[in-house]
Nanobody
Framework: QVQLVESGGGLVQPGGSLRLSCEAS????????MGWYRQAPGKQRELVAT???????NYADSVKGRFIISRDNTKNMVYLQMNSLKPEDTAVYYC??????????????WGQGTQVTVSS
């Protein structure tokens, strides 16, 4: 059973930075695509960034150039470095994982979420 545990959220001023971390267990990490999603109050959950085990990344247009997703396959960790934060980045951020090998895609697993608040 996949377990994802996020950490690193908090309150930051506009223009500041935060780094989110997610530790995965119960997986063969190299077979999983990892990602971050977010959900702001009253809005649907949306993609922030994903990274395959092969290193292919995908970012939402709203975070391109500001956020960086990375992963450490030796530690079963995925990170989200968030720079130049804006108030509109305020949301609960969720770690996501799914099995992805060749054309096979497994179901999504989610962490419990970590709150990021950007405010002066």
């Amino acid at each position: 059973q996949v377990q994802l545990v996020e950490s690193g959220g908090g309150l930051v001023q506009p223009g500041g930075s935060l780094r989110l971390s997610c530790e995965a267990s119960g997986v063969i990490f190299m077979f999983y695509t990892m990602g971050w999603y977010r959900q702001a109050p009253g809005k649907q959950r949306e993609l922030v960034a994903t990274k395959t085990s092969g290193g292919t990344t995908n970012y939402a247009d709203s975070v391109k150039g500001r956020f960086i997703i990375s992963r450490d396959n030796t530690k079963n960790m995925v990170y989200l470095q968030m720079n130049s934060l804006k108030p509109e980045d305020t949301a609960v951020y969720y770690c996501n994982a799914f099995y992805s090998v060749a054309t096979v895609r497994g179901s999504d697993s989610w962490g419990q979420g970590t709150q990021v608040t950007v405010s002066s």
